[in-house]
């Protein structure tokens, strides 16, 4: 099974995340995982600071 590299350019970052270049595909996926930050960019979780931001991420890492 080779890596690829991501096709996720990360261009705002406002929790300061370390965004590795490669998925891993292991369930959950990690935090770092440029597919998780991809599905909390289109979930809108990262433009509003609200307390409902663990949730989304609880969620965008068991999908």
Not at 30 to 36: A, E, R
Request: hydrophobic letters at 25%; glycine letters at 4%.
């Amino acid at each position: 099974m080779s890596k690829r590299k991501s096709r996720v350019k990360v261009t705002h970052n406002p929790l300061g995340m370390k965004i590795k270049s490669t998925c891993c595909r292991k369930t959950p996926r990690c935090v770092g995982c440029p597919v998780v930050y991809t599905r909390l960019l289109k979930s809108g979780a990262l433009e509003s600071d609200d307390a409902d931001l663990p949730r989304r991420l609880k969620e965008a890492r068991r999908k």
